[in-house]
């Protein structure tokens, strides 16, 4: 195969003494509705297949060259590699190459998920026919929406000896009404058609709450919002996991020190826990190695409130004498909760406004916790719960305070793998 070809050549290349090479092979089918129109020029039924990766090499000198690879660049590897030469660099804690292992047998190929990419087609298109149906009987004024399938293979080669591989297959689905509501999803197989019309008219029924204005009063302050999944999960990841980068932690750039790990610092509510589980079968976003060739296993970051494992790559690892870790995969993938979470219906109860969308959080400084934001799709809730118009407010609080915050409750959303976020923040008009 191409990529076997492209290991051999640089493992001839002459001053290469130790190499990796990430790689990825695979095809796919797309399509997609702008302004309504299910493939239009802006979104036409696309087929492709692409090769891509990426690697590292350790020359005589001990100096290093990372950079990508395609389908071109056997052809064009002189040129290639010669320039990755003259760029070299010295990283020594980074000139690890693994060598065998052995690696989790993970199913993540489905055949009916591969025929969908040429002989079945026509059952993505009958997908988006399903995202674009509710205008009919609804003043939705634009639709937007996504369908596609791909099935492919991955794999990481070394000097070393490492030659593992994977093969797996993706299908997904989104949809948005009048940009104000979204939802979609992933899986290895094929979707039902009868669970996604039910979620799309779940989705419509939020899109029509709020069309009406506010008939209760935005009360400003300190109040309890619920976080929709999204949302939480944009939060979690800008406060939690950009701050358990092994790289940040090391360079004193995180909120987490190296002696919080050490100590297992309690930084947390005793019941809030965060790992991850890399080896669910079937799973979107599960995985068997890592992009450096390193074997996948769940993975504990937070238990019981205390910091157990900031992510570590080879090279940080090895600079802190650490194991190297497991990072997040897809959603799927990531358990964050309490351990106790409430339903949606208890949540919507116990909050007076639900959040769907955040402005600026790429702004906030992420070591302090510390936000100040414009939420500018909220939906006011009456005291039972229900949707009682829209309305654009301010949020502002502290992301970590509101993890210490005995108020604060995780709450499940129908068919969300991340949960949402009861929190209490302070509202302003």
């Known amino acids: 195969m191409y990529f076997e070809d492209l ?20 095809a796919g089918t797309s399509l997609g509705i702008k302004d309504n ?87 993505l298109v009958d997908l988006l026919r399903l995202v674009i149906a509710p205008r009919a009987n609804h003043t939705i004024s634009t639709v937007s929406g996504h369908v596609g399938a791909g099935a492919g293979q991955s794999g990481v080669m070394t000097s070393r000896g490492l030659n593992v591989r994977d093969a797996g297959t993706s299908v997904g689905w989104s949809a948005g009404y009048d940009r104000l509501v979204g939802d979609g999803d992933s899986s290895r197989s094929p979707f039902n058609p009868a669970e ?27 109040q309890m919002v619920l976080f929709s999944p999204g949302v939480a999960g944009s939060l979690a990841g800008h406060y939690l996991w950009g701050n358990l980068s092994g790289s940040k932690v090391f360079h004193g750039q995180s909120a987490f020190t190296l002696a919080d790990f050490e100590q297992k610092a309690q930084r947390f509510r005793s019941d809030i826990s965060l790992r991850v589980d890399p080896l669910r079968p079937m799973t979107s976003g ?3 190695f890592t992009s ?36 997040p995969g897809g959603p799927r993938t990531v358990f964050f909760d309490d351990g106790a979470p409430l339903s949606l219906d208890e949540g919507r109860v116990a909050a007076h406004i639900l959040v769907l969308d955040l402005l600026g959080l790429h702004t ?9 934001l414009s939420a500018p799709t909220c939906l006011l809730l009456t005291t039972d719960g229900h949707g009682s118009g829209r309305m654009k407010i301010g949020l502002s609080g502290n992301y970590f305070e509101l993890l210490n915050d005995p108020a604060t409750r995780f709450v499940r959303f129908p068919h969300k793998d991340t949960p949402g976020l009861l929190a209490r923040v302070t509202v302003s008009a």
Not at 7 to 26: C, N, Q
């Open 7 to 26: 290991a051999a050549a640089i493992a001839t290349f002459p001053g290469v003494a130790d190499w990796r090479l990430t790689w990825s092979d695979s």
């Open 37 to 123: 129109h299910i493939g239009s020029v802006y979104a036409p039924l696309a087929y492709g297949d692409g090769r891509s990766g990426s690697y590292l090499l350790q020359w005589d000198d001990r100096r290093l060259s990372r950079g990508g690879v395609d389908g071109s660049t056997l052809a064009h590897l002189d040129e290639v590699l010669g320039a990755a030469r003259e760029a070299a660099y010295h990283d020594p804690d980074a000139a690890i190459f693994l060598g065998p292992d052995t690696f989790a047998d993970l199913p993540s190929f489905d055949l009916a998920t591969e025929r969908l990419l040429r002989e079945q087609v026509d059952e």
């Open 196 to 222: 996604v019309a039910a979620r799309l008219g779940e989705l419509v029924a939020l899109w029509e709450s709020l069309q009406q204005p506010p008939t209760v009063p935005l009360r400003t302050g300190p």
């Open 286 to 288: 599960s995985f068997t």
């Open 292 to 327: 450096e060739g390193l074997p996948a296993a769940p993975e504990t970051y937070i238990e019981n409130g205390r910091l157990v494992m900031p992510t570590l790559n080879l090279k940080y690892a090895r600079k802190l004498g650490w194991r190297p870790t497991t990072p």
């Open 364 to 372: 906030q400084d992420s070591t302090t916790g510390q936000f100040s």
